[in-house]
């Protein structure tokens, strides 16, 4: 398996997305954004997506250089048009103007319409943290990109809808959540698709509606469709998703799920309140440690030797592939290389294939 140091990938993507046209600055943010990914072990969200963008690139569906254009706008809200943009690049900056009001008015809230895939959601929630802020963040698939079913349902009505959110600690990584109102990302269903891998019981649906574990059923006609998060009480996930229907749909100008919606990207919402407008920061940040501290005293249930807070696995995971390197799969790899076979000479790709 190809294993790369962060910094050999990083160079390697952003040379790539050059070569394909884009300007500097955003290849930097979306390689970035793809590396971090992989560092952290949310390879679903990592450089398995560059076949996916560059194709994009050459059908017109992403615009480098695209501008963030006001829609509307108060002192505390904003609704933005990213045209199509690469998604990581116009969050970002969608990110940016919200922690700008929330520092200026004490909270600041935008919705972003026009937007391509924006990737892993713990980036721009981190971004409030480093900010002073807590960052609540959510995005459904502009009312395409349908892959999940509803509770009790058999067909695709929504998408993953995935909800992140990130405060302070005083000590240690901040306390991060990312996840999806589906039972798991579509991305790791590729992960596991690409790694020849079965996915297990409970996250998929055939296009029959059956049970299944193969994950080409998500992909192949009839297709199937994931579960909402829950199981058993699967109606909590669902719930959860319409929410993001709400805000990250209605309200940013995306729209919600819907039959007619052919245009996948990313409608995007994002909060970010300023700490110091309700405690001090410092205080804040101490009654978090304390909590992280008291949940993890619980004993443990068997089959657990500890009690892990979320964000601790990625953090941990970042820890070990900056010392071991990034392992990317062989078919991931190779859909890579393929892809940017008639971008970048092949010596190049070679000096860069793994260890």
Not at 24 to 34: G, K, N, S, T
Not at 48 to 69: C, N, T
Not at 258 to 269: C, D, P, Q
């Amino acid at each position: 398996m190809p294993t790369f140091t962060a910094s050999e990938l990083q160079a390697f993507v952003t040379d790539l997305f050059r070569a394909a046209g884009v300007p500097e600055e955003e290849a930097r943010i979306v390689a970035d954004a793809l590396v971090t990914a992989n560092l952290v072990g949310q390879d679903s969200h990592g450089v398995i997506r560059i076949p996916q963008y560059l194709q994009l690139l050459r059908r017109g569906q992403i615009r480098p250089g695209a501008p963030l254009e006001v829609v509307r706008e108060a002192e505390t809200t904003a609704v933005l048009d990213g045209h199509w943009g690469f998604g990581q690049v116009q969050a970002r900056r969608a990110t940016q103007m919200a922690l700008a009001k929330a520092r200026t008015y004490g909270l600041g809230a935008v919705g972003l319409h026009h937007c391509n895939h924006v990737g892993r959601l713990a980036d721009y929630v981190l971004l409030a943290v480093e900010q002073g802020c807590v960052g609540l963040c959510m995005v459904n698939n502009h009312g395409a990109g349908r892959n999940t079913a509803p509770f009790g349902g058999t067909q695709r009505r929504l998408s993953t809808n995935p909800i992140a959110f990130a405060a302070p600690t005083a000590q240690g990584e901040p306390l991060l959540v990312d996840i999806t109102t589906s039972v798991t990302a579509e991305g790791k269903i590729r992960v596991r698709r690409n790694r020849g891998q079965r996915v297990p019981e409970g996250w998929l649906l055939d296009g029959y509606g059956r049970p299944t574990t193969d994950p080409q059923a998500l992909y192949r006609e009839p297709r199937g469709a994931l579960l909402p998060l829950g199981g058993e009480v699967g109606y909590k996930g669902f719930g959860l998703s319409l929410m993001v229907e709400v805000l990250a749909g209605a309200l940013s100008g995306a729209g919600c799920s819907r039959e007619e919606a052919t245009v996948v990207g990313n409608g995007f919402f994002l909060l970010a309140l300023d700490i110091s407008r309700f405690a001090p920061v410092d205080e804040v940040a101490r009654q978090l440690s304390e909590l992280i501290a008291y949940v993890k005293s619980s004993p443990t249930q068997p089959g657990f030797t500890e009690i892990l807070v979320p964000g601790e696995p990625e953090a941990r995971t970042a820890a070990r592939r900056r010392a071991e390197g990034i392992p990317i799969d062989e078919e991931t790899w190779r859909q890579v290389l393929e892809a940017a076979q008639p971008l970048l000479p092949l010596p190049s790709l070679e000096v860069r294939g793994g260890k």
